[in-house]
């Protein structure tokens, strides 16, 4: 079974400019949110896709934008960056529609840097 | 948002101590997890727990969630260094299609 990979691993962007962060679900699971963790807190949910389409948001400003591929795995872009957009950035994926569907099994993370 | 408070927010014990950690709410989750992260990874999954009064083991670890599903604890029952890491607790979000909302987490040390 194929876990949750993420890439970059590694990211440092200059401020107003855009980055795109990519993510393969693990094998069997149809559903992928992203979380924004700053340092010293917990992940904050930023959106979560099911069947290609956006199936929840949080509280993140529209430059915050997804996708969802057939193959179930997902980009996160965000424009404009600011420098409080520095975190860690966490994809997870997980089977909706069975008892289990809040479990969630993260990737590793993409840590992105903006200067 | 459905918020989570974890206390403590950090933890340095000894090896061989016992500890718990709390995870509170005044929202009622349909279920709960326990992830643990160590620094620069992703968390990883623990636990999930379903029921009112739930109790669950995993080698030392012990986790029971509150009878009005509002609430859990995790006690680790002698600490090896190998605890050591970030705790998060966190709950679905039906609000956010499947969303997990998460505590702040509690950063625990074991030292040798």
């Known amino acids: 079974e194929t876990g949750v990979t993420q890439s970059p691993t590694h990211l440092i962007k200059t401020r107003g400019q855009q980055v795109t962060l990519r993510c393969s679900s693990q094998s069997g699971h149809n559903t992928v949110s992203w979380y924004q963790q700053a340092l010293g807190q917990g992940p904050q949910f930023i959106f979560q896709?099911?069947?290609?389409?956006?199936?929840g948001r949080g509280n993140f400003p529209p430059r915050f934008s997804g996708l969802q591929f057939p193959n179930y795995s997902s980009e996160l872009n965000v424009n404009a960056l600011e420098l409080d957009d520095s975190a860690l950035y966490l994809c997870?994926?997980?089977?909706?529609?069975?008892?289990?569907?809040?479990?969630?099994?993260f990737g590793p993370g993409t840590r992105l840097t903006v200067t | 948002t459905q918020l989570l408070e974890q206390s403590p927010q950090f933890l340095s014990i000894q090896e061989g101590e016992n500890l718990t950690v709390y995870c509170n709410s005044s929202?009622?989750?349909?279920?709960l997890q326990w992830y643990r992260q160590e620094p620069g990874e992703g968390p990883v999954l623990l636990v999930t727990v379903v029921t009112g009064g739930e109790v669950k083991k995993l080698k030392r670890l012990t986790f029971q969630f509150g009878d009005a599903r509002k609430d859990s604890s995790l006690h680790i029952t002698a600490a090896q260094p190998g605890d050591t890491g970030l705790y998060l607790c966190a709950g679905g979000d039906s609000n956010s299609g499947y969303a997990l909302n998460f505590g702040k987490g509690t950063s625990l040390l074991v030292t040798p």
């Open positions: 929202s009622v989750f349909s279920s």
């Open positions: 896709y099911y069947r290609e389409e956006e199936n």
């Open positions: 997870a994926s997980s089977s909706v529609g069975g008892g289990t569907s809040y479990e969630q099994y």
